[in-house]
Nanobody
Framework: QVQLVESGGGLVQAGGSLRLSCAAS????????MAWFRQAPGKERDFVAR????????YYADSVKGRFTISRDNAKNTVYLQMNSLKPEDTAVYSC???????????????WGQGTRVTVSS
């Protein structure tokens, strides 16, 4: 089992920045691919970014490419999502996920955090 706890969400004005963190505990963290997903009110959960177990390979949704950066620190069992140039359409609950292989759909991941809310005002 892996437990994931997100933090860093909040209210920010358009154009601003936030850094989300996802702290993992339980089984060995560095064997898992990690990802961030988000879910806006009334919408399905969407893929945001994912990172391989080593941190070498990353992949982003087109909607966040060039603005968001995913990274991980295996020594701290933590994955991050740096979000810059935020837009109102980025407003959502952001959740991190862990799984044995990289993917862009929720079923690719076995473990999920509870989410942290990000609100971007215009």
């Amino acid at each position: 089992q892996v437990q994931l706890v997100e933090s860093g969400g909040g209210l920010v004005q358009a154009g601003g920045s936030l850094r989300l963190s996802c702290a993992a505990s339980g089984r060995t963290f560095d064997v898992y691919a990690m990802a961030w997903f988000r879910q806006a009110p009334g919408k399905e959960r969407d893929f945001v970014a994912r990172i391989s177990w080593s941190g070498v390979n990353t992949y982003y949704a087109d909607s966040v490419k060039g603005r968001f950066t995913i990274s991980r620190d295996n020594a701290k069992n933590t994955v991050y999502l740096q979000m810059n140039s935020l837009k109102p359409e980025d407003t959502a609950v952001y959740s991190c996920a862990a799984g044995p292989r990289v993917g862009v759909t929720p079923p690719s991941y076995d473990y999920w955090g509870q989410g942290t809310r990000v609100t971007v005002s215009s």
